[in-house]
């Protein structure tokens, strides 16, 4: 997930969680499979954007490597890399690492085969950030969106306002759901275990989710079914690349660039994607929320709800704690708990979790420009 929400520049409060209810027998520390993976614990790595490859080239170097590896090697069951792009065009931050060159392709290699040597399970997110760019970051391009709507706000860690997008033609929605399906084979051959398709937070696939963002009449605008019809594109291209067992799939009502926006009717709407992620034969989901235990329609939570309509595996997010997490376990809500900013500021964080151990603070200014 990118943090390009006010929230990353803000220290997290929790610094001692205390030892879990059920100490070592808490669910969180459980092995499970899920699709093509055996993880050796039901925790993952959120997905955070780190700004650490070469700008010019987007490589990631060795300090990545070492990131990756320490969190493998103290037992997060998933981990999800940072946003990793699928072309030029799709970047929107300084310093962001591609899977669209052979060049990329093999510094990558040097990860994954890292993070498997301690038996660590590592899937790319492929990313892709749409109207929330400027044309200096895209190779003097203006970023790609559903429709020429600017964005409000700036780019995060670039301080330039959104540039007013280029509405996307047929034909370059025809290259960008190849370049979805190029960049998941790049991942496998990379020795990435899968992907996740970051279809949430207002990025691109989000903006044609949107009809903040999404002002089509063709077959890419309309309701809100109408409009998931890119996300089904590509989720099926990439699941035909790489397979349904290699393929999650992140989706949300939260927007980077309107943190406060939910749909009109949540429940509906989660039955709308769910619809969509059956029709395409989709069997990993990741919805994300900014917070997990937040009610939004029937007494519901985002996860609860899409439990509702959804038998297959589930991803929770959303600033969660271990007790939330593992009663959202035992519940059967999600199947794997996933941390974010905690496992930024400590590689040891299951190690602290299983012993009580006090967690070291996230702080923005220490922990974003420095790898733990």
């Given amino acids: 997930m990118s943090q390009a929400t006010k929230g990353i520049y803000q220290s997290t ?3 001692n969680w205390g030892k879990l209810k059920n100490g070592l027998d808490s669910k969180l520390f459980e092995p499970v499979k899920i699709g093509a993976w055996n993880l050796k614990t039901r925790t993952a790595m959120a997905p955070m954007t780190r700004c650490f490859a070469d700008d010019e080239t987007g490589v990631v ?3 990545v490597v070492e990131y990756y590896r320490r969190r493998a090697a103290d037992g997060v069951g998933l981990i999800i890399t940072e946003g990793v792009l699928i072309s030029p065009r799709a970047k929107g931050n300084p310093k962001v690492p591609g899977l669209y060159t052979n060049e990329q392709v093999e510094a990558w290699k040097k990860v994954t085969e890292a993070v498997h040597n301690e038996g660590g399970t590592i899937i790319a997110q492929l990313w892709h950030v749409g109207r929330l760019s400027h044309h200096e970051l ?7 969106a559903p429709s020429a709507i600017q964005a409000e706000g700036q780019v995060p860690r670039f301080r330039k306002p959104y540039d007013v997008p280029e509405e996307m033609s047929l034909a370059d929605i025809e290259e960008l759901v190849g370049q979805y399906a190029q960049a998941a084979k790049n991942a496998i051959e ?7 398709i970051h279809g949430a937070h207002g990025y691109l696939i989000d903006q044609f989710n ?12 309309g309701d809100l079914a109408q409009r998931l019809t890119l ?6 291209a990439v699941i035909d690349a790489v397979g349904t067992e290699r393929t999650m799939i992140r989706f949300s009502a939260h927007k980077s660039d309107t943190p406060t926006y939910m749909w009109e009717d949540p429940e509906l709407a989660i039955r709308t994607f769910v619809a969509a992620f059956l029709e395409v034969g989709a069997t990993l989901l990741h919805p994300s929320t900014m917070d997990f235990s937040r009610v939004i ?3 519901k939570t985002m996860h609860q709800l899409v439990r509702k309509y959804w038998d297959g595996v589930i991803v929770g997010v959303g600033t969660l704690d271990p007790e939330t997490a593992e009663q959202a376990l035992e519940e059967g809500t999600i199947d794997v708990a996933a941390f974010g900013r905690p496992l930024v500021s400590n590689p040891d964080f299951i190690s602290r979790l299983k012993n009580g151990d006090e967690l070291e603070e996230y702080e923005a200014r ?6 733990i």
């Fill in 231 to 236: 996300m089904k594109e590509v989720t099926r």
């Fill in 13 to 15: 409060e929790v610094t």
């Fill in 366 to 371: 220490k922990h974003l420009p420095v790898l």
């Fill in 138 to 144: 895209t190779l003097n391009h203006p970023p790609q």
């Fill in 210 to 221: 949107s009809d903040i963002s999404n002002h089509r009449t063709d077959q890419y605008g």
């Fill in 190 to 196: 990379a020795g990435f275990d899968g992907v996740e």
């Fill in 61 to 63: 170097g060795e300090d």
């Fill in 297 to 299: 329609a029937d007494g």
